[in-house]
């Protein structure tokens, strides 16, 4: 098998993020690849939605460097960006009264100079992916939180809906797109960035569930570990979240078991 070149992907190395003397972000370096679901794992505080918000470009590092296929994220623009990677933070107020369709529709706007000729087609796609469709007329602000989290994670959806012709990978970027969803929702949100995933997208997702990062992350960044460069540890989910590492970084008593699909879970307490 061909190793994957390292220079196309998303990258930040010694990225650091300061407010004042307070450093929401020491000397990260993270190294992602396309095609692959990867989870950013940590306690709270510990800079996870800090790091996406770096390699998504939504913040300049204080120090260090966040590269795209061995480029600097802001050389490519942010037009151009804007095709290529989508965001979904953590809350996505919506000042105005759109209904549940307009804000997925808001996912095509980078697409305005050169749209393409399916799309309604296409929110309406992303809109029956993440369950949304019998919520098109409705008013965001009247939704609930879970229901509000599937209409924006369509709207990410549909901002990368095509492959491009370049063969340029994209990347989705979400910031615990579970945290409000019912126990079916979450695993169906899961098996469908791991479907994206599958077709060439790298995905990085902030969660804080370690279960669901286990079933579903080819790999994780873990925040917040002691000892280590930068308080980070990066690698395949399986050798990485051990339960000696859990109890270290979220100081809880953790055993790992088997489920009966063979799935490794983890107990705590």
């Not at 305005?112 to 602000?141: F, G, Y």
Request: net charge neutral; hydrophobic share 50%; aromatic share 4%.
């Amino acid at each position: 098998m061909k190793a994957p070149d390292l220079n196309l992907g998303l990258r930040c190395e010694d990225a650091e993020v300061s407010i004042g003397a307070k450093a929401l972000l020491s000397r990260a370096t993270v190294q992602l690849a396309p095609g692959r679901v990867t989870a950013i794992l940590g306690p709270n505080g510990a800079g996870k939605s800090t790091l996406l918000s770096v390699l998504s470009g939504q913040r300049e590092p204080t120090a260090g460097r966040v590269l795209l296929d061995d480029r600097p994220l802001r050389a490519h623009g942010m037009p151009a960006l804007a095709l290529r990677r989508a965001l979904m933070p953590q809350e996505s107020a919506v000042a105005f009264d759109f209904s549940a369709r307009d804000v997925v529709a808001l996912g095509r706007y980078p697409h305005r100079l050169a749209p393409a000729p399916d799309e309604d087609a296409i929110v309406a796609a992303a809109m029956a992916l993440t369950d949304v469709s019998a919520l098109a007329p409705r008013i965001l602000n009247t939704l609930s939180g879970g229901e509000k989290a599937r209409v924006h994670m369509a709207r990410v959806l549909a901002q990368l809906w095509h492959r491009r012709a370049d063969g340029a990978a994209r990347w989705l970027l979400l910031d615990e797109p579970t945290a409000a969803l019912d126990l079916a929702h979450q695993h169906a949100a899961m098996r469908l960035l791991r479907g994206w995933a599958g077709q060439g997208v790298g995905v990085v997702v902030v969660l804080h569930d370690l279960n669901l990062a286990r079933r579903y992350a080819d790999e994780v960044v873990v925040l917040g570990v002691p000892n280590t460069p930068g308080g980070l540890c990066q690698g395949p989910t399986g050798e990485v979240l051990a339960p000696v590492l859990i109890e270290a970084v979220w100081r809880m008593p953790c055993q790992s078991v088997v489920g009966a699909d063979g799935t490794v879970q983890y107990l705590f307490g």
